[in-house]
């Protein structure tokens, strides 16, 4: 079982894009599962963002918009805002051992 | 609205058991098509997926704590409990309960506020 990727930290000014990568294996996202998002402020439990790779969450803006190719996947933030800063995580399911789900480990965005 | 919330003992000493209760309001437990899944943050650190049961009583654990955990069902009071055994320094963290719904893809869409447990004596 294998954790997918993502890079430790990105950042951007406000009204920018930040693009954050997830990268899986073949038992994961290359395997054709489904990758999902969450955002983490400090203190708080994880919020859903995007489900089923490029589905906005119920009240989440369309600044935020995911994709999904091969064994990686991508979460996009456009006009960027001093209140995305945050932690994200992308999820997804792993087949090397049955049942698992995994999650990346994280991407600290800071807003400049 | 779903809301879930986490209870139990915030210092567990080591070796012994970690025991937390999530309690479920604004649906039901039972309903078909949802999963409960407990997951943990050690300070500083990433999510971590500990395991699921199903609404049917069907249980899936992360196979490195598969020896240490036990998830259970309480559906006259709609909640569901996580046991874990032989507790470390390592296990120390905020616990989070979850609903998963999606089949195999799932997601989690609703999330307690999460717990922190202490193992320390």
């Known amino acids: 079982q294998s954790m997918p990727t993502q890079p430790p930290s990105v950042s951007g000014a406000p009204g920018q894009r930040v693009t954050i990568s997830c990268t899986g294996t073949s038992s994961n996202i290359g395997a054709g599962f489904n990758v999902h998002w969450y955002q983490q402020r400090p203190g708080t439990a994880p919020k859903l963002l995007i489900y089923?790779?490029?589905n906005r969450a119920s009240g989440v803006p369309d600044r935020f918009s995911g994709s999904k190719s091969d064994t990686s996947a991508s979460l996009v933030i456009t006009g960027l805002q001093a209140e995305d800063e945050a932690d994200y995580y992308c999820q997804s399911y792993d087949s090397s051992l049955s049942g698992s789900r995994v999650f990346g480990g994280g991407t600290k965005l800071t807003v400049l | 609205q779903l809301q879930l919330q986490e209870s139990g003992s915030g210092l567990v000493k080591p070796s012994q058991t970690l025991s937390l209760v999530c309690n479920v309001s604004?649906?039901?437990?039972?309903?078909?098509?949802?999963?409960w899944s407990w997951i943990r943050q050690p300070p500083g650190k990433g999510l971590e997926w500990l395991g699921y049961i199903y609404h049917s009583g069907s249980a899936h654990f992360k196979p490195s704590l598969k020896s240490r955990i036990t998830i259970s069902l309480d559906r006259p009071n709609n909640q569901f409990s996580l046991r874990l055994t032989s507790v470390t320094a390592a296990d120390t963290a905020v616990y989070y309960c979850a609903r998963a719904i999606g089949g195999y893809g799932d997601y989690f869409d609703y999330w307690g506020p999460g717990i922190l447990v202490t193992v320390s004596s």
């Open positions: 089923d790779n490029d």
């Open positions: 604004g649906g039901s437990i039972s309903s078909d098509g949802q999963s």
